[in-house]
């Protein structure tokens, strides 16, 4: 057995990235603990504490303590969950959205530091190496390989959405590259100019690879969203990916003071199309066309935010 391999390995790296004292590594006043739940706070659709303490595997009274500190703090907000008042949701400020930022730039820097000392025809070889150990080891560990979590999109990832929504539409479906440039417009567009309190784009990632994604973007008609840019890897589906990112979107919009939100999709994208009416959507109207080299009827979907309001 590998073992003192594995915690050689383990003394190595948390020198390296400075694990023993976190908050002096990244020069923020959090451990490495604290940083860990902020990260989730900021970038899991899960946010009661519950989820926190089984995601995070941490005792439930000092996940408590630790979340008392940072609500003294005003990082946070504690409150009942809307779906089971048992449970406590827990929501970041303006401020703790800004202390998670600043720990992810920092992270990234920090990262892209140690990176650089490696010899640039050696990175692969190490981006390999880690995946491998990840691989084995979540497979190997009792509670499975890891979650799924969606984040914001970081360098790359925009572009990543329109290179395998151009990819695998045009391996599923047959289609040519007009819907590749419909979607890089629409990226671009969110890119150039998008208001961060009323839009937003997720990455689903599993094992560290981005598989998914969704975009909530504003409407022209008024206090309305709308739901763009749904993607589930092939090898992804089939686990509930799909609706977490619609339902995190959903989520999204309705605490921002959307009244509705909105959608357009092609009848042909049947999985697409049973995710949305799990989530409450409604179709309201559709409408033959040809676009992207193929026969297609278009469909617009409609789902009202307001509590008790069938529209």
């Known amino acids: ?183 890089a417009r629409i990226v671009a567009d969110f890119a150039q100019d998008h208001d961060p309190r009323l839009e937003r784009v997720w990455i689903a990632e599993l094992d560290g690879r981005p598989v998914g994604s969704v975009m909530c973007v504003r409407d022209d008609a008024p206090a309305t969203a709308r739901l763009r840019l749904l993607l589930v890897e092939p090898g992804a589906r089939g686990h509930g990916l799909g609706d977490m990112l619609v339902r995190t979107a959903v989520d999204f919009a309705r605490e921002a003071g959307y009244r509705d939100m909105v959608l357009w999709t092609n009848d042909v994208l049947a999985g697409a199309r049973r995710i949305y009416q799990r989530a409450g959507f409604t179709l309201v109207a559709e409408k033959p066309h040809r676009s992207y080299g193929a026969d297609l009827v278009g469909q617009d979907w409609r789902l009202s935010l307001q509590e008790g309001t069938d529209r």
């Open 1 to 183: 057995m590998p073992i003192q391999e594995i915690r050689a390995f383990n003394r190595f790296y948390t020198n390296v990235i400075g694990a023993l004292d976190y908050g002096k590594h990244l020069y923020t006043p959090y451990t490495l603990t604290e940083s860990r739940v902020l990260y989730e706070l900021a970038h899991s659709p899960r946010t009661d504490a519950a989820d926190l303490r089984g995601a995070l595997s941490l005792d439930a009274g000092y996940l408590s303590r630790l979340l008392a500190g940072f609500e003294r703090d005003g990082l946070v907000v504690r409150a009942p969950s809307e779906r089971d008042p048992r449970r406590q949701r827990i929501t970041l400020t303006d401020r703790g959205r800004q202390a998670a930022a600043l720990l992810d730039e920092r992270s990234r820097q920090a990262v892209g530091t140690l990176v650089a000392g490696v010899p640039e025809a050696e990175r692969e070889r190490l981006t390999e190496a880690l995946r491998t150990v990840r691989d084995l080891l979540s497979t190997a560990s009792p509670a499975g390989r890891a979650e799924p979590v969606l984040r914001r999109p970081g360098p790359g990832d925009l572009g990543w959405i329109v290179q395998r929504h151009g990819a695998l539409y045009a391996a599923e479906y047959g289609w040519n590259a007009d819907f590749e440039g419909l979607v």
